[in-house]
């Protein structure tokens, strides 16, 4: 089981730290990756991190301001957001698979049931 936590109401040019923590399972078999669907969008896949944490991958839009992390003592895969904007609303999930670090939804096996980020003033 996948759990996000983290989200909620932030102002433009603000921070936020997501946390994807596990249960039942050790995280650092698995590659994680996190992403978000806004209302009316296809889910995007925002950025990714590999098992031992040496492959990381962002998606265009988040490059500079979004940074994965991960602590395989804790069980748990950081998303640490700055300088966000309102275009970051969305649920942000986050999702494991057990092969190399990747962006696409479809190849993910676990789902978390995701946590609301609003970036609004």
């Known amino acids: 089981q996948l759990v996000e936590s983290g989200g909620g109401l932030v102002q433009p040019g603000g921070s936020l730290r997501l946390s994807c923590a596990a249960s039942?399972?050790?995280?650092?078999?698995?590659?994680i990756g996190w992403f978000r669907q806004a209302p009316g969008k296809e889910r995007e896949g925002v950025s990714c991190?590999?098992?031992?944490?040496?492959?990381?991958e962002y998606v265009d839009s988040v490059k500079g301001r979004f940074t994965i992390s991960r602590d395989n003592a804790k069980n748990t895969v950081f998303l640490q957001m700055n300088s966000l904007t309102p275009e970051d609303t969305a649920v942000y999930y986050c999702a494991a698979r057990g092969y190399d670090c990747s962006r696409t939804a479809s190849l993910y096996y676990y789902w978390g049931r995701g946590t609301q980020v609003t970036v609004s003033s």
């Open positions: 039942g399972f050790t995280l650092a078999y698995a590659t």
């Open positions: 991190i590999s098992r031992s944490g040496t492959v990381t």
